[in-house]
T-cell receptor, first 114, second 107 residues
Framework: KAGVTQTPRYLIKTRGQQVTLSCSPI?????VSWYQQTPGQGLQFLFE???????NKGNFPGRFSGRQFSNSRSEMNVSTLELGDSALYLC?????????????FGPGTRLTVT | KNEVEQSPQNLTAQEGEFITINCSYS?????LHWLQQHPGGGIVSLFM???GKKKHGRLIATINIQEKHSSLHITASHPRDSAVYIC?????????FGTGTSLTVIP
């Protein structure tokens, strides 16, 4: 079975721009969660999607949004980028629920905002 | 205040040593996860626990719900165990992460 894939792997953007990251879960997995990892804050939960609906959300501003498609693929969008948004963005998929099931992580997208 | 505290932050061990990483949390949880992150960023889920003890090969994870504490043990450590180990707690609608323990195993 193919693992979780994320595209692109690396991205450089300028302050004020917006960015869209993509995550393809393991086949059959319906839950996709997104995380931000920075040296200062560590890993932080962004949101979880299940069956095209955002089910849970972390403490991030509205500039961070996401969606999930009918094939369970998910995208996250960050608008009006700030320098502090530079981070490794990870997605993870699980069968039904992020907390109740094993999570499988993708390799991440490293975003640099200049 | 961090909801999840890990110790130690850094750990260096000789190959073959028994290693313990501790995780304490302050909130009610439905499950606790131990994650392993290698240089380059890839994260692997090692254990998901809601009670008791689990074992995979040389790795053992325990949790005491009453004391809000979990431990990850590595027996007969090996240089390939060198990684960052992260404790994460699931509150049902929110995940909280520890800051991680950076482990280096020297041959």
């Amino acid at each position: 079975k193919a693992g979780v894939t994320q595209t692109p792997r690396y991205l450089i953007k300028t302050r004020g721009q917006q960015v869209t990251l993509s995550c393809s879960p393991i086949s059959g997995h319906r839950s996709v969660s997104w995380y931000q990892q920075t040296p200062g804050q560590g890993l932080q939960f962004l949101f979880e999607y299940f069956s095209e609906t955002q089910r849970n959300k972390g403490n991030f501003p509205g500039r961070f949004s996401g969606r999930q498609f009918s094939n369970s693929r998910s995208e996250m969008n960050v608008s009006t980028l700030e320098l502090g948004d530079s981070a490794l963005y990870l997605c993870a998929s699980s069968l039904v629920r992020a907390g109740g099931d094993e999570q499988y992580f993708g390799p991440g997208t490293r975003l640099t905002v200049t | 205040k961090n909801e999840v505290e890990q110790s130690p932050q850094n750990l260096t061990a000789q190959e073959g040593e028994f290693i313990t990483i501790n995780c304490s949390y302050s909130v009610g949880i439905s499950a606790l996860h131990w994650l392993q992150q290698h240089p380059g960023g890839g994260i692997v889920s090692l254990f998901m626990l809601s009670s008791g003890k689990k074992k995979h090969g040389r790795l053992i994870a325990t949790i005491n719900i009453q004391e809000k504490h979990s431990s990850l043990h590595i027996t007969a450590s090996h240089p390939r165990d060198s990684a960052v180990y992260i404790c994460a707690v699931d509150r049902g609608n929110q995940f909280y992460f520890g800051t991680g323990t950076s482990l280096t195993v020297i041959p």
